[in-house]
């Protein structure tokens, strides 16, 4: 479907609240400056103008096969033009499909960071009042963003300045799941690689050891994420993990996690390898506990694998283990999730976060053409309100919250914890106020500005380029000295 926009620059933006209702159509944006440039298509069936030819007359029309539909609005200087703009497409493409999107006409990764703004500009209520009216954000998900930013909010407030956190990249995963987009080597094609990326990992953090050093920062958060760290060997782990506890100055570390992820990888040497290093919160990762459902995702481990690894986990002395779900699974039924959701709480883990499905495209489940359907993000809306009454019932607090394109029902993910077991390191990489120093494959480090800017540093994505180029790594990593004393 082709959205014109005449005159304007609202293609990011408003591309992305279109696909909201139409999550499956393949969306065309042509620029164009003057009107009389616009050029339909004798095959245009279906096609949306956002037309601000007319500096302060917006108008938004939608055209498809069964109805068509203009709304104009006149603003002012002082109002947010692609907002409005925004606010009218949202008008009629809520009254052509009956959606009535949960986030209203937010589209951004960071609903709480934005939350946070206004309620610095305007304070609590009014910050409130604009998330309902302004923005149409449901009464549900504005009471889930005021309780969430409090709990962020209460992490924050003990970083100091010249804090940072550091993120271990292991970007390999033993099998690829049908839902993942993200950049992970399957072991089955790359075995060989994880050993020499394993001693390259270990150098960078040797020379990221140096720099921070070198500039004086404090470390306060470490997290080894993935694709799926406990892919590594016990040996392998050890090395890694010991070579962070060896290199930084970690008396002011806050928090050490690492992601173990599929409960098939995670083994009694590997925790104890783990827990010498002193981490101390994992994250295993059952994402359902339907069998059926986790073989249909190609996720190659049971449920009972899941309740082994836990076992194992807190036999190890792990007293903190955060478990991840997904609502809205391919065949799983909202039956099957609240058991999924009771039988998690009945093991009592410190912390549950409840992620929603994105089809990102380059996932197989979208390239085998799987489709988003209303139905299915009514269910997934359900789950996800079953979710927040039975975690608040147990005294699980929303504590850190994040939203991706192409979610069904366009929902949001939420980490949630006890009291006092908040997952430090998702808080500081959602609210992008704390630098965090990247090392591995994929890894992209982000340097908080004092304008509230981020700098970033990219490393090469795939571990082979990693391998292959590893001294451009370490050559760009210096760059972070630049960033900072420029920053001074
Ligand atoms: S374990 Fe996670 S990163 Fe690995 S393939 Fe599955 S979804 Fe992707």
Known sequence: MKIYYLNNDFDYELDKLTSVFFPNKKLDAVKVNDRNELALDDTDSEYIVIDLTDE??????????????????????????????ALLLYDLLSSYTKIVPPWG???????????????????????????????????????????????????????????????????????????????????????????????????????????????????????????????????QLKRVLGKTAECFDMRGCREFTVEAGRPDTITAE??????????DRISINPQTLNDSVLKAMGRRHSAEDFY???????????????????????SDTEDSFRATIDNIIALSPESITVHTLAMKRA???????????ADEAAAAAAMLSYADERLHFFEYYPYYLYRQSRMVGNLENTGWSKKGREGYYNVFIMDESQSIIACGAGAVTKIALPTGKLERIFNYKYPYEYIDRFEEVLKRKESILRIYDQSR
């Open 56 to 85: 302060l007359n917006i108008s938004v029309s939608v055209h498809f096969e069964d109805y068509t539909d203009r709304k104009t609005k006149i603003i002012t200087e002082d109002d947010d033009a692609q907002l409005e703009a």
């Open 105 to 235: 006409v937010l589209t951004g990764v960071r609903p709480i960071k934005l939350f946070r703004k206004l309620k610095e500009q305007m304070g609590e209520e009014k910050a409130c009042e604009h998330f309902k009216k302004v923005f149409l954000v449901s009464d549900e998900k504005v009471s889930l963003t005021l309780e969430t930013e409090k709990n962020e909010a209460a992490v924050l407030s003990k970083t100091t300045p010249d804090s940072f956190s550091l993120y271990l990249s292991v970007p390999f995963c033993p099998s690829r799941c049908s839902y993942c987009s993200f950049v992970s080597a399957s072991t089955e094609r790359t075995a060989k690689l994880v050993e020499p990326y394993t001693q390259l990992l270990c150098k960078e953090i040797e020379k990221t050891a140096e720099l921070a050093a070198k500039l004086g920062l404090h470390l306060e958060s470490v997290y080894m994420g993935g694709g799926t760290p406990t892919t590594l060997s016990a040996d």
């Open 270 to 279: 590997k925790l104890a390898a783990i827990k010498s290093a002193n981490v």
């Open 308 to 330: 082994r690894a836990f076992e194992l986990a807190r036999k190890c002395g792990f007293d903190h283990i955060n478990t991840d779900l997904i609502a809205g699974l391919p």
């Open 363 to 373: 996932s197989d489940l979208s390239q085998n053409g799987k489709q988003l359907y």
